[in-house]
């Protein structure tokens, strides 16, 4: 009996052990915020933006930015916003032990002024890294080189804080080091907060808001205070800046559950998206008989166009852009041409396309498509673009001829869109097709703000794409668009600009 009794006391003594490894005392693990614009190593806690050249390396490594930033000194976070906008900051949870934090809980009440507290709860994301092994080709200078890179974030609903409560499937448990995302020797779990000033006056009257974010891990805790200054102006409830993004079939081929999350995920972040690829199905007898089954197009688009998709009927509770139609649509016409895909509509390659019954039938098209779009789309909101990817980067005479064909049938027949070029076009090819365009896409490698604003003044509309940095012609296509591992400036120098 006394043997049995040594074995249990043992047992509690070494399940109190294990109690004790699990959740180490909260001055083994600690809490620090960062700025949301700069990028942080959780394997080496290292600040990864540090290494651009452009960074006064002096001032860089003088403080700590984990113990001191310009929105975090040390012991409280100090915020400043507008209403109807997003502030993000990033809370970092590092520990100092070899031993794995599990059931890590991360809580944040609403922000409170005086008896008016905010009416949107701060929303959470975990950062997933991804590891660069071999700096990104082309760009030797430019390559913040080799590590962990915080990238996509993953809303905290796909995320257990407590797994002892999920059942029947799999879990992504919160956790230090983290089980999924297998980051070697890592030092620091990296959660991104972002907080949704509520447009209305009276829902976010200026004046400085408090709450506070806490970890808790098993019976220890620990919490910041953050301070927001709410100042006294909104930003525009549309989105005037129409930044958007173009992918051929990125959208038409999602199932609409996805479609609409993706469009309301890109309007809470002010950036509008296009994809040509929309295309009703057409039917054609002759040069003159057509017929368009408008039904699967109107019920999949009708409520992008009225701003419906972006109201609570929808799910879309709150954000920028409440009630406002989307902000840009590319129309599904095209021509055959340099990728070998069939017009729409199909009227054959270049030596038939103005054959008399083939121009009647690319007319009669586009004047039912007008027709029928017109009480739909509200082209003072949703700037209509017709975008003919045949043409697209053509660099001919041949091709800048069809260019202004088009455009000219466009302006009489459609004068509501704007018919648009996409390329690095030189003096001799613009000097042909200007006065037959109305938007210009240029390749940054072209983009000339002297030379673009004479057209600017002719009331074209230029755009930019291609990459922000450029090292060599094996990027010259997107380049730094794609790449993880060069500098911030590359992906937000457009919008901070703005």
């Known amino acids: 009996m006394i043997k049995v009794l040594k074995i249990f006391l043992m047992g509690l003594l070494m399940q109190s052990c294990n109690i004790s490894d699990k959740y180490p005392d909260s001055g083994n693990w600690t809490l620090s915020v960062l ?4 990028r942080m190593d959780p394997s080496t806690n290292g600040i990864i933006d540090y290494r651009f050249d452009a960074v006064n390396q002096t001032l860089a490594l003088a403080k700590d930015p984990l113990k001191t930033n310009w ?3 040390g012991k409280q976070v100090s915020l400043h916003a507008a209403r109807g906008e997003y502030i993000s900051f990033q809370l970092v949870l590092t520990n100092n032990t070899d031993i794995p934090l599990k059931g890590i809980m991360v809580a944040m009440s609403p922000f409170k002024h005086q008896d008016l507290e905010l009416n949107i709860d701060p929303e959470f994301f975990l950062e997933w890294a991804v590891e660069v092994i071999t700096p990104s080709t082309g760009y030797p200078e430019a390559s913040l080189g080799e590590g962990w890179y915080p990238d ?16 029947r499937r799999w879990t992504f448990p919160l956790e230090l080091p983290d089980f999924n995302n297998r980051i070697d020797h890592q030092k ?3 959660i991104w907060v972002d907080q949704y000033i509520p447009f209305l006056y009276e829902d976010a009257v200026p004046g400085i808001y408090s709450t506070r974010i806490s970890v808790s891990i098993g019976d220890q805790s620990q919490e910041i205070p953050v301070q927001l200054n709410v100042w006294d102006f909104a930003v525009p409830n549309e989105n005037k800046l129409k930044a958007s993004l173009q992918h051929e079939g990125f959208l038409s081929n999602m199932d609409e559950k996805q479609e609409l999350a993706t469009y309301q995920l890109f309007k809470r972040n002010r950036i509008s998206l296009m994809d040509p690829t929309y295309k009703p199905d057409l039917q054609i007898s002759g040069s003159d008989k057509i017929h368009i089954n408008w039904e699967p197009f109107d019920s999949r688009l009708r409520k992008y166009f009225t701003g419906k998709a972006f109201t609570s009927e929808y799910g879309y509770e709150y954000g920028p852009g409440i009630g406002e139609p989307l902000e840009a649509f590319i129309l599904p016409f095209n021509v055959y041409g340099k990728h070998g895909d069939a017009g729409w509509p199909d009227t054959g390659k270049p030596d038939v396309e103005r054959d008399p019954e083939n121009i009647t039938l690319y007319r009669n ?3 039912e498509v007008r027709n029928h779009l017109q009480p739909m789309i509200d082209p003072q909101k949703t700037e209509l673009t017709v975008y003919l990817n045949g043409l697209d980067e053509s660099y001919f005479p041949e091709a800048w001829d069809r260019m202004v064909y088009y455009g000219e049938i466009f302006k009489n027949d459609y004068p509501e869109v704007r018919f648009r070029i996409d390329g690095s076009y030189s003096e001799e090819a613009m000097s ?3 006065n037959s365009i109305k938007s210009w896409a240029s390749h940054t490698i072209n983009y000339d703000i002297d030379k673009l604003r004479k057209y600017q003044e002719m009331g074209i509309e230029d755009w930019i794409y291609g990459p922000m940095l450029y090292e060599s012609k094996v990027n010259s296509w997107v380049g730094s668009s794609t790449f993880i591992d060069l500098p911030l400036v590359n992906d937000r120098t457009i919008s901070w600009s703005c």
């Open 432 to 434: 042909v097709v200007k």
């Open 71 to 73: 929105i975090f000194d």
């Open 35 to 38: 700025p949301s614009s700069i």
């Open 152 to 167: 996509a974030l993953i809303p905290f609903n796909y995320v257990q804080m407590d797994s002892t409560k999920v059942r």
């Open 365 to 367: 098209v586009i004047r």
């Open 188 to 190: 620091s779990l990296i």
